[in-house]
């Protein structure tokens, strides 16, 4: 036997919960992933038009896209993958988008980034309500 004590059963248990913790970052800053990919490739049906309040906007985290309504009514959809480190946004307060890995800020209603380490805006999707849903991504 060697001169070094042996681990307690706690130091164990401890190091093992440790261990999924450490990976689940990395996850999350990975592109690969986000349950939906950052850009649509064909049309999405995200809901019903009155879902996106006049002068605000709407978060929809499986579909990776965010969708706001100006005073006037027009909406604009943007991809909610962060430009920094392809974290996908998952908070929005008010119209404020958040992301969660390293804190960068975009403004949901133009896609304009207000708080670094990000500094590209957010990727544009087209957007159009089609029999009163909204529905973003090509030939929208």
């Known amino acids: 036997m060697s001169g070094r004590p042996a ?7 401890r190091g093992a919960a440790l ?8 996850a999350a800053c990975s592109p690969g992933g ?6 649509p490739d064909k049309p999405v049906d995200l809901g019903a038009e009155q879902e996106v309040p006049q ?6 985290r499986d579909r990776n896209t965010v969708v706001s309504r100006d005073g006037k009514g027009a909406l604009k959809a943007f ?3 962060c430009t920094h480190a392809r974290c ?6 008010g119209t404020t988008l958040i992301c969660p890995c390293h804190g960068s800020e975009f403004d949901a209603t133009t896609g304009a980034v207000v ?12 957007v159009r309500v089609r029999g009163g849903r909204i529905v973003a991504g090509p030939e929208a």
């Open 7 to 13: 681990a307690s059963r706690r130091t164990v248990l």
């Open 19 to 26: 261990v999924p913790v450490a990976g689940l970052g990395a």
């Open 34 to 39: 986000t349950a939906a990919p950052a850009v």
């Open 55 to 60: 002068g605000g906007a709407k978060l929809y």
């Open 79 to 81: 991809s909610t993958i």
């Open 88 to 93: 996908p946004i998952n908070k929005l307060q």
């Open 115 to 126: 708080r670094d380490p990000a500094n590209q805006p957010l990727q544009e999707l087209a």
